[in-house]
């Protein structure tokens, strides 16, 4: 008879999951998240050139930008311009971990390629506001090209693209918030006298960009959480916990940019804790902060009849099928979109449940 740990069964019985135990192979995990990728990838570049296909030079009236904006509003135009111009690093660094994968790697160079329009919008609001000469911005710029963004999460793809999910949000949070100062709404005294149509127009196009990058991200997020909650779960918190705005450590003044920003109205502790993390917490099927909290420390890794680790969680806040729905949702989405190019003749995208 087979002599084994009777305390291990029992540890298995104990913490029985309360989502349902994997199904899949990790091979077949792996595959159904790359596949899912690519096929997301195909849909948003379909979307992204019928729908925003913008142009920074073009379709803002820069000729018609106020030349007398506070010494604020301009601080924050070229506080945007020196984030968005780290796309270089952003996309080579980002290109460099996962490049084994036809998705996201793709997906990360047309990405660039619109944060490159967002870099040149905002350099375009800097140089036809007149705050500083042209001669000032090349300076600049040259000194911000001189450090290199790096990620945040080296190594690590799954915590990178959580990252992402929270970066794009707190972005498009940011922008939207400039459209409200232009279209003087906002409630704060200091900016209540800086309408600008032309900024209106700047904000809008760039937010709405910046929404559409944090869906991709959110739905490649979801495809994680689905297939490996145990460790997606651990890899949002560790994002949250330790999440900061891109290049902030790398920009000159940037203390003084984000102090502006935050007294605008903009974004600060109470607009990341409300309108970023809890928002993408809630689109992610996850109920708060706290509950993650709470399902990171019940998450265990218990070992099964055959000695291997098998993902076992409770997790309180998670709700699972939120996730899988979304997930089924997002296939079904793409695999039409495959469909119509005939896609589904050749290499046909399946959605199979995990659990
Ligand atoms: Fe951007
Ligand atoms: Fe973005």
Known sequence: MLNYDKSIVEELEESRPKIPVGLLSRQEKDRLIERGFLALYRWYVDRSQALRNWSPDRDVLWKNIRQDHS????????????????????????????????????????????????????????????????????????????????????????????????????????????????????????????????????????????????????????????????????????????????????????????????????????????????VALNNLGMASKKMLEEGIRKTRLVPDEDGNLRETAIFPGLDFSHIEDAVRRMFDRTGKFEAEIGFDEVDPLEFKPGY
């Open 71 to 278: 010494y604020e509003v301009n601080r924050i135009l070229e506080g945007f311009f020196a984030v968005e111009q780290y796309v270089p690093d952003y996309v080579e660094n980002i290109v460099n971990l996962i490049r084994g994968s036809h998705g996201r790697s793709h997906f990360q160079i047309r990405w660039g390629s619109e944060e490159a329009k967002h870099a040149d919008l905002w350099h375009n609001a800097c140089l036809f506001s007149r705050f500083r000469s042209p001669d000032w911005l090349r300076k600049y710029m040259g000194e911000l090209r001189s450090n290199q963004w790096t990620l945040p999460w080296e190594g690590d793809p799954m915590r990178m693209i959580f990252y992402t999910v929270f970066q794009e949000r707190a972005t498009q949070i940011n922008y939207l918030g400039m459209g409200v100062i232009a279209k003087g709404q906002s409630k704060k005294e200091e900016f209540k006298d800086s309408a600008d149509p032309v900024l209106v127009q700047a904000s809008r196009l760039i937010a709405i960009d910046e929404a559409a990058h944090y869906n991709f991200f959110l739905e490649g997020a979801r495809l994680f959480l689905y297939y490996y909650p145990a460790q997606a779960i651990e890899a949002m918190h560790d994002v949250i916990k330790y999440f900061s705005m891109p290049a902030g450590a790398i920009i000159p003044d940037y203390d003084e940019f984000s102090t502006i920003v935050h007294k605008a109205g903009i974004y600060g502790p109470r607009e990341h804790a409300k309108d970023v993390i809890q």
